[in-house]
């Protein structure tokens, strides 16, 4: 894809992975991008201003003083000339200094100048000790709140010789992903159409403390509504208590659900408007609890607390499947299921697949197995009903081939 006329500002911070940047700025400019650097103390260690220069044609900007009276830089280059602001690498100083709101260097300035008018990006890169430290992580969840694409880090080996997550975003892919940005922008394929996507895992109730679920984040369906969005769709989130959620933005609303019978009432009522399509994403509980007995006594009270001195017998009543309930009522809206196995038989897996297809209202399945899910890995197949098979490793493959089905693009 060219990237003429698109302005890319990079932001260079002092990790060992720096050399990187030069590998992603010369391919953006082998596609037309205007790309300009900025430049930490700590990168300069690293990467010296002579190899950017040479490889953007333009000087770089290294200070937060040295502009002239017509040109401020973190007033205009994070105003007025960037379309995106990429921080690749992102060391754990940098990161935590973004999120502190701290100014007193360039990149701060722009940062804080730029204020999400244009995307911001962040690419990670340290020690995997420094990477998983809660000092880092809740400065990333705070970058995320306040509008930051926190891009993936690989796992590995580290330049200090130990293992673990971490590792810059590679070049390759963190380029695809701005290609992916601007498509979108120029496309915005599904603009005008509306789509419900059900995100997260259900938690069905013990007592008024203690639940029943699964370890879905909804992850996945975060991934799936960022996707819609950013290419033009209204999404309507349903997403369960605990589960990962965009930040707030234009077109998408959000609607949070606990258990089995929530979800299946609130989705009944978001289907009332006759979306475009439906992505089942959620991992629905297939059991809930009926009653509890204690000492031979049955009770299906699920409030307060149950003693944690005698220990309960739980009676498991099997839900419904959703997708049985909602076909008589909406099998002319596309639909996408999700069907998750843990089986290396190819032929378990596609029994799943083909289970699902009984269902009228299901056109096509999201087949994937907890043995291809690990990280960033995330293998998958989407089947059409007439047998047609997409497939993919990331999330964004996955986001980017369900959409698809609404685009004219399947």
């Not at 002239?68 to 100083?93: E, G, M």
């Not at 995307?119 to 880092?136: G, K, L, T, Y």
């Not at 293992?163 to 701005?178: A, C, F, N, S």
Request: aromatic letters at 6%; charged letters at 25%; a positive charge.
């Amino acid at each position: 894809m060219s990237l003429l006329d698109k302005n890319i500002l990079i932001h260079v911070s002092g990790s060992i992975s720096a050399y990187k940047a030069c590998s992603l700025v010369s391919s953006l400019k082998k596609r037309g991008a205007q790309v300009r650097v900025s430049l930490s103390d700590g990168g300069k260690r690293f990467v010296g201003k002579t190899t950017f220069e040479g490889l953007t044609g333009e000087g770089v900007y290294d200070s937060l003083w040295e502009g002239k009276p017509d040109f401020v830089p973190h007033i205009t280059l994070a105003q007025n000339w960037a379309d995106l602001l990429l921080v690749y690498p992102a060391s754990a100083n940098t990161i935590n200094r973004l999120a502190g709101g701290m100014a007193d260097d360039l990149f701060g300035g722009l940062f804080l100048a730029n204020n999400f008018h244009k995307p911001v990006w962040i690419a990670p890169a340290m020690n995997s000790e420094m990477f998983s430290h809660r000092a880092v992580q809740e400065s990333l969840e705070k970058l995320t709140r306040w509008g930051c694409r926190i891009l993936p880090t690989g796992e590995g080996l580290m330049a200090c010789g130990t293992r673990g997550k971490g590792r810059l975003w590679e070049p390759e892919d963190t380029l695809k992903e701005i290609e992916g940005l601007f498509r979108r922008e120029a496309d915005r394929d599904l603009a005008g159409k509306t789509l419900i996507i059900t995100s997260g895992g259900c938690e069905e109730a013990v007592d008024g403390v203690r639940c029943l679920s699964n370890f879905s984040s909804g992850q996945t369906g975060t991934v799936l509504a960022e996707e819609a969005l950013s290419r033009g769709a209204s999404v309507k989130l349903l997403a369960s208590k605990r589960a990962r959620i965009p930040k707030a933005q234009d077109n998408l609303s959000i609607v949070r659900f606990t258990d089995y019978e929530d979800l299946q009432k609130k989705l009944f009522i978001a289907m009332e408007n006759k979306p475009d399509g439906l992505i089942m994403a959620a991992a629905v509980s297939d059991f809930s609890v009926d009653k509890i007995s204690i000492n031979g006594e049955d009770s299906t009270e699920k409030k307060g607390k149950l003693s944690s001195t005698e220990a309960p017998i739980l009676y498991l009543k099997k839900n419904g499947k959703l997708l049985d309930k909602l076909s008589p009522h909406y099998s002319g809206i596309r639909t996408v299921a999700f069907k998750l196995t843990k089986s290396k038989t190819e032929s378990v897996r596609q029994e799943g697949v083909t289970r699902l297809f009984n269902h009228e209202i299901v056109d096509y399945v999201l087949a994937n197995d907890l043995n291809e899910i690990e990280g960033e890995k995330h293998l998958f197949k989407l089947i059409s009903r007439d047998g047609t098979t997409k497939t993919g490793r990331t999330k964004a493959d996955l986001s980017k081939a369900v959409l698809d089905v609404w685009s004219g693009n399947n």
